[in-house]
């Protein structure tokens, strides 16, 4: 029998799955054809979902630790010991401590949102420090905010009218793959694709053009770009004069910026400038897909926000087929009744989630005594994991985690709960690369004893003595009131349908820009006040930031983007596509590996004063000669001497947004 699901993992698509059940197993995934975005084909990763549920690593009994930390020995104990222990373990941190002690650690292991969202409410009751959710995007949405309001940007679906496509900062073959026969679509009428990113990715191979830039030079090369622009009259005049503001500042800024410069600032030709400025201003309908690469630096918002500025230049937003591509949907968007903010005693400490190392390590008044990890796994994905690990095996701090597999992080756990997969919960999904939810129920039970994240939290708050309603709130009520949203995307929302288990659009335009901004003005800003008001430079900056720590000594960058294989660190478990993918590598420039000695295939260490890393050189000019690329997370146990690539990086925060500069390290090589 095939059942109808929904692929919940951290990546744009949020595909239609249809799961085979025999006896009580699922023994096939495939795409649902009746999907109206993804259409029936999936990813090389979610075919092996049944591998991912029934594999023979699966935790299925809560754990109890009963060697020294770390050790990674264990021993099965039964659920209410489990669930008793870390209640005491709470409650005693939060008595001796303050409740602040406390720290809840998720992020998007399953972006369901009853079960995502399942832990809020009780650590806000409880009155734990609040995580900040920022490792990943909101450098691009504080940007994007700045230059075109918050909300949905374009349909990736609207781009198949294009005849100028630009992939700015994302591996779209990579980590969103149901865009590209959108993009094909508009290439088959005409359309010109651009690639721009530090490295040859598989996207960037099968484009028209490739612009290999220096990471972190995204704002130079748009200010080049409006220089440009600017300087041949390319511009909507009318569409500039009544909806934008800002623009002889934007001038003035964007005259700093030609060609011969900007091209130095970002490694590339004067010409590659030119003609990129070029063929977007004379598009007809200029479209551009940003991915979330270029906010990754300590300037990425900046970098974002200027991208951000180019279509209002061109009047892009009045033609079909134009427009820039951020994130998508956002309905149902009111969690309140579900993550309970107001239950949060007032001036609870925010943690920001980036700097898991530093809160570990180093905070005080009152230290982390208790740390509840679900959902994420953060020894593999928090940047500087030298202090992260030292954080977790500090032998005062309590740590439970709720996994599927024996991770990193729960190697380092007190107590282990054995997670329940999206196969085995119902939940509703909203997705961040199209304008579709869609339902999902259970395809099996929970596998072993595996429990879901709402059971869990609902068996602790019992103990904790928690009596308002939303902790004895089921999945069907949780689900029924988000499909009550008052949200005007959700209005005309088929809610039969969508209990029905179909993927049903939300109101929300194509082009959500047609009528207006939501920008403080109403218009696209290219002077912003509220940036500066926050401090910011209200206009566009183009001058790169740079990792500052270890100077001169770290000469090379290193970018860390996703793996095809992969999800973020999740996936490591089938041992077919560990074996499709072969040893983590970092790709070298053929000069930078002739300088020392490395040769293809050889073992190398990347280091510098946050950690060091061993990897296989992969010699390459897919690559600049400055600049190490190592693709994907892998599980730090499965790299040589149990160093993973966040060893290398930091937890400095973004220009605005407060997010994790990932793709900006200075590190050196050598052979190992
Ligand atoms: N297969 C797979 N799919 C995934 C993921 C995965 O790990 N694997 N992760 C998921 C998640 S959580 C997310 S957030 C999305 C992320 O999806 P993307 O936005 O595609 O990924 P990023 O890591 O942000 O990097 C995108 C590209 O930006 C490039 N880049 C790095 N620095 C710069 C820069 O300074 N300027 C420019 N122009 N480009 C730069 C990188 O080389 C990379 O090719 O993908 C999701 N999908
Ligand atoms: N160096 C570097 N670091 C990065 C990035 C980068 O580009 N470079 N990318 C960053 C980004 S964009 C993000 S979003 C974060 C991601 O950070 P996380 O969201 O923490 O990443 P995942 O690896 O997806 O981890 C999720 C964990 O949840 C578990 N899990 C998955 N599905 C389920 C489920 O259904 N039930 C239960 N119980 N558990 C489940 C998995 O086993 C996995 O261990 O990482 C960031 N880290
Ligand atoms: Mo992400």
Redesign the pocket.
């Known amino acids: 029998m095939w059942k109808r699901s929904v692929c919940?993992?951290?990546c744009p698509d949020t595909c239609g799955l249809l799961a085979r059940v025999e006896d009580g197993r699922i023994t096939a995934v495939k795409g649902d054809p009746d999907h109206p975005y993804t259409r029936g084909f999936i990813c090389k990763k979610a075919i092996h979902f049944p591998d991912h549920v029934h594999n023979s690593d699966r935790i299925l009994t809560p754990l109890i630790r009963t060697g020294p930390k770390g050790s990674g020995r264990f021993a099965p104990i039964a659920w209410d010991e489990a669930l008793d222990r870390v209640a005491e373990q709470m409650a005693k941190a939060a008595a001796d401590h303050g409740p602040g002690a406390v720290l809840p650690y998720y992020?998007?292991?399953?972006m369901g949102m009853v079960?995502r969202h399942a832990g809020h409410a009780f650590f806000h009751k409880l009155g734990a420090s609040r995580m900040m959710p920022t490792?990943?995007?909101p450098a691009s949405t504080e940007g994007f905010k700045a230059s075109l309001g918050s909300g949905p940007s374009t349909t990736i679906e609207s781009a198949a009218a294009s005849d100028f496509i630009v992939i700015w900062g994302s591996n779209t073959l990579t980590t969103n793959l149901h865009a590209w026969p959108f993009f094909q679509r508009a290439r088959k009428n005409g359309a010109r694709l651009t690639v721009i990113d530090p490295y040859r990715t598989e996207t960037a191979k099968r484009a028209d053009a490739h612009l290999m830039l220096r990471p972190g030079t995204d704002a130079a090369l748009a200010l080049g770009m409006m220089n440009v622009i600017i300087a041949e009259d390319l511009l909507d005049h009318d569409f500039i004069a009544q909806r934008t503001v800002g623009f002889e500042a934007l001038r003035i800024r964007a005259a700093d910026y030609p060609p011969e410069k900007t091209a130095g600032i970002c490694g590339l030709t004067p010409d590659q400038v030119r003609s990129l400025a070029r063929g977007y201003g004379r598009a007809k309908a200029p479209y551009i897909r940003t991915g979330?690469g270029p906010g990754?630096q300590l300037a990425g918002a900046m970098a974002l926000r200027t991208i951000a500025l180019l279509p209002g230049l061109v009047g892009a937003f009045r033609r079909p087929g134009a427009g820039i591509t951020r994130s998508l949907g956002g309905a149902p968007s009111d969690l309140s009744f579900w993550t309970r903010p107001d239950l949060c005693p007032p001036a609870t400490r925010w943690i920001n989630m980036v700097q898991l190392g530093h809160a570990l390590t180093e905070l005080d008044n009152p230290p982390i005594r208790y740390l509840h990890v679900?959902?994420?796994?953060?020894a593999?994905?928090?940047?500087q994991s030298r202090q992260v690990m030292a954080g977790l095996a500090r032998k005062d701090l309590f740590v439970s985690v709720?996994?599927?597999?024996m991770?990193d992080?729960a190697r380092m756990a007190d107590i282990v709960l054995p997670?329940?997969?999206?196969?085995e919960?119902k939940d509703l999904y909203r997705s961040y690369g199209h304008n579709y939810i869609q339902l999902a129920e259970p395809v099996i039970p929970p596998v072993g004893q595996?429990r879901s994240?709402l059971a869990v939290f609902q068996a602790l708050a019992r103990r904790m003595g928690f009596v308002e309603p939303v902790f004895s709130m089921t999945e069907d009520q949780c689900v029924e009131t988000l499909l009550a949203d008052p949200s005007p995307y959700m209005a005309g929302v088929d809610k039969e349908r969508v209990r029905d288990g179909r993927a049903v659009r939300l109101n929300i335009a194509d082009n959500p820009y047609a009528e207006s901004f939501a920008t403080p003005s109403g218009k696209i800003e290219f002077f912003s006040q509220s940036w500066a008001d926050q401090g910011l430079d209200p206009l566009p900056d183009g001058r790169p930031v740079r990792d500052p720590e270890g100077g001169s000594r770290y000469g090379l960058e290193f970018i860390?983007?996703?793996h095809r294989l992969f999800?973020?660190?999740?996936f490591h478990?089938i041992a077919a596509l560990r074996r499709e993918a072969g040893s983590p590598s970092v790709l070298i420039h053929p000069h930078t590996a002739a300088e020392r000695r490395i040769f293809d295939g050889s073992q190398v260490r990347i280091y510098n004063d946050r950690g060091e890393c061993y990897l296989t050189a992969r010699v390459t000019e897919d690559t600049r000669p400055e600049l190490l690329v190592a693709e994907g997370?892998r599980w730090p146990g499965l790299h040589p001497d149990g160093k993973g690539?966040?060893q290398l990086?930091s937890q400095r925060l973004t220009d605005a947004g407060q997010t994790?500069a990932?793709?900006c390290s200075r590190v050196e090589v050598a052979p190992a």
């Open positions: 919940t993992k951290d992020y998007a292991g399953h079960h490792i990943c995007g979330w990754r679900y959902l994420s796994n953060p593999a994905v928090a940047p709720q996994e599927m597999f991770t992080t997670g329940a997969s999206f196969l919960v595996s994240m860390t983007p996703p999800l973020n660190s999740a478990e997370l690539v966040n990086t994790c990932f793709h």
